[in-house]
């Protein structure tokens, strides 16, 4: 059975990334860096082959993945399965607010115990695996033997090279998950391979990392 490459990739940074505040599924905009992200991985990407570009479709991402689909002169298809982990009554709050006025609930996510929710209309890291192996084996399964973009986010990409390594969603983070990196994994029925991780290359200065998914 061919293999489907996968070329995954963070969104550029944003205002709350750089503030450390929680967008989950908030639709929270490039900022200026970001946007020269985007540019900058739309031009490292432009000599792929891609037969796709999937991006989810919250406008960080979408933005993103505009800039690769205008090198590569395809259209960007969005899907509402790559968003962000739903992160409820944290979203807009600041990881300094959460521990202050949730300590509680700041201490089980930092454990990253699997199936806790945050309050008020959250996802579990088991729910969010779920959906990250559903959504990206789907599409993946669509274009065996060929190239495809994924634009997503950082608990998408964390959760991605979970499943590819074998790791667990509560196994302690020690790769990074930069803003505008490329990732690249492969795909067979069998399951996902690792093939790459954060390459920054293409970036002229460090792109910010994150801490934890947001």
Do not use: C
Not at 36 to 58: H, K, T
Not at 95 to 123: C, L, M, S, V, Y
Not at 138 to 164: C, F, K, M, P, W
Request: proline share 5%; aromatic share 8%.
């Amino acid at each position: 059975m061919e293999a489907t490459r996968i070329i995954a990739v963070r969104h550029g940074e944003t205002s709350w990334n750089v503030d450390a505040r929680i967008q989950g599924q908030l639709d929270i905009a490039l900022n200026d860096t970001g946007r020269w992200q985007a540019r900058r991985v739309g031009s490292a990407l432009s000599a792929e082959q891609l037969s796709a570009i999937y991006s989810s479709d919250l406008g960080r991402a979408h933005e993103t993945a505009r800039a690769i689909a205008e090198a590569a002169g395809i259209a960007v298809v969005p899907h509402p399965g790559l968003r962000e982990r739903r992160f409820g009554l944290f979203e807009g709050k600041t990881f300094d607010e959460i521990h202050t006025t949730w300590p509680e609930h700041a201490q089980n996510w930092k454990k990253r115990i699997p199936d806790w929710t945050p309050p008020e209309g959250g996802e579990s890291l088991l729910e969010l695996r779920e959906r990250v192996t559903r959504t990206v084996t789907d599409l993946a399964a669509r274009h065996r033997g060929e190239q495809i973009a994924v634009v997503a986010h950082g608990g998408v990409l964390d959760t991605l090279y979970r499943i590819a390594t074998g790791q667990e969603v509560n196994s302690p983070r020690t790769w990074q998950l930069p803003n505008g990196a490329i990732n690249r994994l492969l795909w067979t029925p069998q399951g996902f391979t690792l093939v790459g991780w954060s390459d920054t290359q293409h970036l002229e200065q460090p792109a910010a990392d994150e801490n934890t998914s947001f």
